[in-house]
């Protein structure tokens, strides 16, 4: 017998024992707002099959966009989905790490990391843009500025010191 099987059986057991006492009224929960923990269930799921054999890295982007994803819906279910009209980056940031994840975790492939760059940094600037923090960038340019300067400066002392 395969350890998966009993895994995934004893999994659809408690399930449905928890949806059976729900129905009877033994234990009271809304299912709108518990519903995202099934998402990360099986985003946990695809991650524990990564777990059990490291060979299958595929297993790896679906368990991060599943659990990214969850987390999002959990957060909107929590404080209000109004709040997706600003987190919604997190559908581009969810397979971009996925395919970070998939580069680290696996055989390096070179060609995941094209969408994992474009991907996870097109949703951090929406992310960044609907946020607020945006308006930041600009002091980011300043703090680049500032490092070539002092980088150009201990180079030039150094070369001096050699001679």
Same mark, same amino acid.
């Given at each position: ?41 099986? @985003?946990?799921? +695809? ?7 490291? #060979?299958?890295? /595929? &297993?790896?982007? !679906?368990? *991060? $966009? %599943? ?28 397979? @971009?790490?996925? +395919? ?7 055989? #390096?492939?070179? /060609? &995941?990391?094209? !969408?994992? *760059? $474009? %991907? ?40 001096? #010191?050699?001679?």
């Amino acid at each position: 017998m395969k350890t998966s099987d009993i895994i995934i059986g004893i999994g659809l057991i408690i399930l449905g024992l928890v949806f059976l006492f729900e129905n009877f009224g033994y234990i009271e929960f809304d299912f709108e707002d518990v519903w995202p923990v099934f998402v990360l269930l099986g @985003g946990v799921a +695809f991650w524990t099959g990564f777990i059990k054999d490291r #060979k299958n890295y /595929g &297993l790896v982007m !679906p368990g *991060t $966009i %599943l659990i990214i994803y969850s987390l999002m819906f959990w957060y909107c279910t929590v404080e209000g989905w109004h709040y997706m009209s600003t987190i919604w980056p997190g559908f581009l940031i969810g397979p @971009g790490l996925g +395919f970070f994840l998939m580069y680290f975790l696996g055989e #390096k492939e070179k /060609g &995941l990391l094209v !969408p994992a *760059t $474009i %991907l996870t940094a097109v949703g951090i600037l929406f992310l960044f843009r609907y946020s607020g923090i945006l308006r930041y960038w600009p002091a980011l340019l300043i703090v680049i500025g500032i490092i070539l300067i002092l980088k150009s400066q201990f180079k030039s002392k150094g070369s001096e #010191k050699s001679f």
